[in-house]
């Protein structure tokens, strides 16, 4: 079945302390990004990676970090999150972005920072 | 910058009635643009799929259009459901995906 696997989908962590969420996809797919979606702001963009080592900055990259090794992955890091990242986080893919393909979300995982 | 925006914010009908959900956008220069469907706490499921050289494409009760020129599509849902209540969001690719704040719907029973 295609897919996209983010995990955890909850974790409450603390001010600081690393953490980073997994994203896998089995569909071969060139393209990843991850987003953050808040009450009365929508989805929006936080890094997008086109192809493997290749990545870049979306809307609202500010505390995140990310990287992509291999294509299936797509990790997203935070080196010292803070409350204002807390949020319900989204990985997608597809296989381009300029292409005419439809994108597939992971199911979400729900951060708190406190 | 893309600003994509979704009217109305909340939608609730009874059950049975033909609904549209509208979209618009400031930057015509788009690859495609999608419609997700979200439910509560869950992630975005892929509805439809407009090419930017499509005008309008349809699954089952749905349909959906793109006006590019007048940065603009519609969601067309006919008999509505209750299992059609959800939060409907659409997304338009140009350099990355923009998305709108969706539009929030409830079918009564």
């Known amino acids: 079945e295609a897919q996209v696997t983010q995990n955890p989908r909850y974790l409450i962590t603390v001010t600081g302390k690393k953490l980073t969420v997994t994203c896998s996809q089995n569909?071969?797919?060139?393209?990843m990004s991850w987003y953050r979606q808040d009450p009365g702001l929508g989805l929006r963009q936080i890094y997008y990676?086109?192809?493997?080592?290749?990545?870049d900055k979306g809307d609202v990259p500010e505390g995140y970090k990310v990287s992509r090794k291999e294509k299936r992955n797509f990790p997203l890091i935070l080196e010292s999150p803070s409350p204002n990242q807390t949020s319900l986080y989204f990985c997608a893919s597809s296989s381009g972005q300029r292409t005419n393909t439809e994108a597939f979300f992971g199911q979400g995982t729900r951060l708190t920072v406190v | 910058k893309q600003e994509v925006t979704q009217i109305p914010a909340a939608l609730s009908v009874p059950e049975g009635e033909n609904l549209v959900l509208n979209c618009s956008f400031t930057?015509?220069?788009?690859?495609?643009l999608q419609w997700f469907r979200q439910d509560p706490g869950k992630g975005l499921t892929s509805l439809l799929l407009i090419q930017s050289s499509q005008r309008e494409q349809t699954s089952g009760r749905l349909n959906a259009s793109l006006d590019k020129s007048s940065g603009r599509s519609t969601l067309y849902i006919a008999a509505s459901q209750p299992g059609d209540s959800a939060t409907y969001l659409c997304a338009v690719v140009g350099n990355q995906f923009y998305f709108g704040t969706g539009t929030s719907l409830t079918v009564i029973p």
């Open positions: 990676s086109m192809n493997v080592e290749v990545t």
């Open positions: 569909m071969n797919h060139e393209y």
């Open positions: 930057d015509s220069a788009i690859y495609n």
